[in-house]
């Protein structure tokens, strides 16, 4: 442990230093976002017909008469405390509300991401191995496709064809209607308190539901995966180390999983934590289309009402999870590659 | 001093090779048959040597191999599947390559990528495996063979790289070592150090060697036979005692070219390259 | 090439380089034509652009005449693409959608090409501190997915179509700058820009008159990359009702509406969705061949 190293410390506290000025600047950006909005905070929330004096009252107490660099002031001291304030939807707590919803999305979201990995990845190292040839091409038009959908057409489509049509999977929600309700809560993951409680048949309607919206995220996500896949493989199938594995008297597959995925192993885990994050703005609009209860339907449909509080701190959220997944495949690059030790 | 040449282990009649899309042949109608020997391939880069060793063992995916005649041992390398030549490669024929920097895989454990060479061709327990690795790599004259075996590459000197190479291709006992350029990626001063090893195991284990090469001292000293090569094809072939005495102009020039301890200090003659060498020349064995 | 070429040339001479650019361009244009999916681009772009130019022509009916009588019909020789819930005319309304989606990925591009340039530009030119405070600001926009960031500007700033364009060119000029510094870095040292530092010039107009003409053919494919984005952002947006607002024929709008029918009336989402999909597939499949096109690598092995 010793051998860290200075360098190597050094390193990690000047990422901590560019971490927080962008968490930081992320701040700034939320409240400047904040303040230019045109709905009036103050009406929304003591309605239309409340008195001169209680509008006053209700004003100062938000601190809206004060510069607004002690505004800002506030708000950081406000985002340190975890006090995000109340939504004027729900009435509650903004960060509450934020908590109940996010399994939802995080277990949709790793649904697809295991999808879209696997997708991707075979089929970036398909198009490699093929290089010019059929598959590869197949594979680039079926990526690009991916990478062009509207993810929210996609959803109602793949609904009419998959759901109303065939039956196949279930439709929109988590689980089927009857079942709300039934499993008590303890992860907020569906999937698994469903089967810590042996409710097997919740399980069963659940993966259901989760089976078509996980897979079109995770389709439009394969591209990006895909692509790099690709140009990572083809970068190691030229190394010398390659033909080594040839001459020992590996086939071709073995070549290629045990040695060159290998080595590009490290940087498909930063790739798909990166894919990750990004798979998130999928998750907005997949969510509207399948009634998904998650984060993403609750900040549109907060969006839509111009309930502040709720949609910045979603905006600071997504923020922060976007710089830990930056972070954390950083991280995982460090860890993982024998060369950077 | 070598067991006679008598018995080919492999045979080579015009073999021509031609890499797709490219208007000219790389190689064109190489001839040569080796026995439990050393053999030499000279040329200047681009002779088309190296190509010759890799088709060999049937690497070049993006070639056409054509010849009249190619056989190891009975095996016929043209027409023989890609499943018979999982058999050839590593266990029957074996090569080690040019500069260990690249030619190990660097996220595995040398040791590791000795002892996959070994399970590929034997079926046996990984300690066995991990053993019989240990001991090559005292064989090749590692000191410290524990520690070494949990390296990674980056981790190892070159000439440390090259012996490792050198463990991996022979841990299998094949009939057939081809050495491309084993020593050139490595410092002056190693390169005698590894070269007398591999000479050294060849020469125990009774492996025929294959050894390309630029360097005419090198396998003027390490071989029994020598190649010598020129834009694709065989000009020369004679063996390495005769050497002095090569006929064609192209090995007279590469001969001349040579700087000598205690020759002249006058400047050493260029070497010429006519076009009509390239010309194809009746195949002569 | 490009980098010898003007560095041995006055700055001002690097303006003048149309008829060189031009036989360059044509140069990438049969490239792309000989590849089939680059092909496929090209002719859904030409679509697009005749269908939009020449929309009042090739509509069958105006594209808000609304007709309650016919709600809601199927596909047939008098509606190509069906009606709507109001009776409105699916194809006439795509055909005029394609407008909105001209005017959406044109002034994106024409407001975030000169943000980012400048600030790339910029940023890269003096470098140091200006640099690191530029090139932070750019990280901070970077460190949001461009949907989320937009839906935020576009809540703050209220729904339209012109604040959906605004949002969206707030997200999209960050890679831009990237872009634009990375290339100033490589301009930054050569020596036509010292000549004309030492000559007197100011750094505004060494930026513009030397730097800019440089960074500009990068930025211009940059662009026309990110269109496949715009478009599928906008939608997006235009899907969630913070975008174009009805009546607009938007496309992503217009699926909006369509959803409540769609069970019985599948032509409601169909269409616009299958407009959306060809023209951000079609930017796709010719970025990815001017990729091709332009790498040098891939030149070579030809």
Known sequence: MAYLGRRRLGAIAGQGGTILVTLFGLLILTFVIGRVMPVDPVRAMVGEDATREVYEHVYQQLGFDRPMWQQFLYYLKDVATFNFGTSIRTGKPVLEDILYVLPATIELATFAILIGATLGVSMGVLAAVNKDRWPDHVVRVLSLAGHSMPIFWTGMIALLIFYAHFGWVGGSGRMDQFYIGLVPEQTGFLLIDSAMAGEWEIFRSAVNHIILPAALLGYSSSAYITRMTRSFMLDQINQEYITTARVKGLSNRQTIWRHAFGNIRVQLVTIVALAYGALLEGAVLIETVFAWPGFGQYLTSNLLIGDMNAVMTCVLIVGVIFITLNLLSDLLYRVFDPRTR | ?285 | MTMTDASQRPARETVKRVPQSLIALRNILTFLLKSPTSAFGLLVLAVLLSGAALAPLLATHDPYAQDLQSALQAPSMAHFFGTDELGRDIYSRILYGSRITLTFITLVSVIVGPIGLLVGTVAGYFGGRIDTVLMRITDIFLSFPSLILSLAFVAALGPSLNNAIIAISLTAWPPIARLARAETLTFRSADYIAAARLQGASSGRIIWRSIVPMCLPSVLIRLTLNMATVILTAAGLGFLGLGAQPPLPEWGAMIATGRRYMIDSWWTVTFPGLAILCVSLAFNLLGDGLRDALDPKQMNRR
């Open chain 2, 1 to 285: 001093m070598t067991d006679h040449p008598s018995d080919p282990i492999l045979s080579v009649e015009n073999l021509s090779i031609h890499y797709r899309g490219t208007p000219r042949p790389a190689v064109r109608n190489v001839s040569f048959t080796l026995g439990r020997e050393r053999l030499g391939i000279v040329g200047e880069s681009g002779s088309g040597k190296s190509t010759v060793g890799r088709a060999l063992l049937r690497l070049l995916p993006t070639a056409e191999i054509t010849a009249d005649r190619m056989s190891f041992k009975g095996i016929d390398l043209l027409r023989a599947s890609e499943k018979d030549m999982l058999h050839v490669r590593g266990a029957q024929m074996s090569m080690i390559l040019q500069d260990p920097k690249f030619s190990l895989n660097p996220i595995q454990r040398c040791g590791d990528q000795i002892t996959e060479a070994y399970l590929t061709h034997n079926k046996c327990p990984k300690r066995e495996a991990r053993a019989r690795t240990l001991d090559m790599l005292e064989a090749v004259q590692i000191r410290d063979p524990e520690r070494v075996y949990g390296l990674y590459p980056h981790e190892v000197s070159g000439g440390m790289g090259q012996r490792i190479m050198i463990a991996m291709m022979l841990l299998t006992n094949p009939s057939l070592v081809i050495a491309d350029e084993p020593t050139s990626a490595l410092d002056v001063t190693v390169r005698l150090q590894v070269l007398g090893i591999l000479d050294a195991l060849v020469r125990d284990k009774g492996i025929g060697l294959i050894m390309i090469s630029h360097d005419l001292n090198l396998v003027r000293n390490f071989c029994d036979r020598v190649l010598i090569m020129y834009a694709g094809q065989v000009v020369e072939s004679l063996k390495a005692s005769e050497l002095d005495n090569a006929q064609h102009p192209y090995s007279r020039g590469l001969l001349a070219a040579q700087p000598r301890i205690g020759g002249g200090r006058g400047t050493l003659p260029v070497l010429q390259r006519r076009p009509e060498w390239s010309e194809p020349v009746e195949a002569s064995s």
